[in-house]
């Protein structure tokens, strides 16, 4: 696809289960970034993929929460154990060029996540 | 990286032109100055970018003084639908030892009235 692809749009899940959220980045981009946002407020940091280095895992809340790419592509954020304080929009993005100065990262439309 | 702050809400109304300053003291001397955009219940978009003086394109400018502490985002003549909440982002220069994290502050959330 042209832009950022997220599953699912909306996911409902019982406190305790497992979730899984996936990303499909823009073609060709090499970095790939995770956020929450809870409501009213602003993007909260959660992991960054950069090309094949080891990623930037310093904003995961958790050791609940982890993240992977495979193959440079896909990306899954999977949160253990639900909680209801997981509530909130997982936003994913990609950029192009990070790094590097005029590079956009482009957002894809998140997943709301709510837990019950 | 750069911290960096933004008023946390401004109204407008449509037709005016609304300038958002935001603050960033810290700024490397290769960090570039990036904002976003962010409707309710999307992602958000970048609108601009610049390192130093003005940069404009047909969505907004962006005005940065010679010491680049701070910088300006100027929407002209703005109408009920840039009601949005704008994030300003220092980083992601070349060589500045940025790796390309991107952090995003709490935005300024603007609303345009009629």
């Known amino acids: 696809g042209a832009g950022v692809s997220q599953s699912p749009s909306n996911k409902v899940t019982e406190k305790g289960k497992d979730v899984e959220l996936r990303c499909d980045p823009i073609s060709g981009h090499t970095a790939l970034y995770w956020y929450r946002q809870s409501l009213g407020q602003g993007l909260e940091f959660l992991i960054y993929f950069q090309g094949n280095s080891a990623p930037d895992k310093s904003g995961l809340p958790s050791d609940r929460f982890s993240a992977e790419r495979t193959g440079g592509s896909v990306s899954t954020l999977t949160i253990q154990r639900t909680q209801q304080e997981d509530s909130a929009v997982y936003l994913c993005?990609?950029?192009?060029?990070?790094?590097?100065?005029?590079?956009?990262?482009?957002f894809g439309q998140g997943t709301r996540l709510t837990v019950v | 990286l750069a911290k960096t702050t933004q008023p946390i809400s401004m109204d407008s109304y449509e037709g005016q032109e609304v300038n958002i300053t935001c603050s960033h003291n810290n700024i490397a001397t290769n960090d570039y100055i990036t904002w976003y955009q962010q409707f309710p219940s999307q992602g958000p978009r970048f609108i601009i970018q610049g390192y130093k003086t003005k940069v404009t394109n047909e969505v907004a400018s962006l005005f940065i003084p010679a010491d680049r502490k701070s910088s300006t985002l100027s929407l002209p003549r703005v109408s009920l639908s840039d009601t949005a909440v704008y994030y300003c982002?220092?980083?992601?220069?070349?060589?500045?030892?940025?790796?390309?994290?991107?952090?995003f502050g709490q935005g300024t959330t603007l609303q345009v009235k009629p």
């Open positions: 982002l220092v980083g992601d220069g070349p060589g500045s030892g940025n790796t390309g994290k991107l952090i």
């Open positions: 993005a990609s950029s192009p060029r990070p790094g590097q100065g005029n590079s956009e990262a482009f």
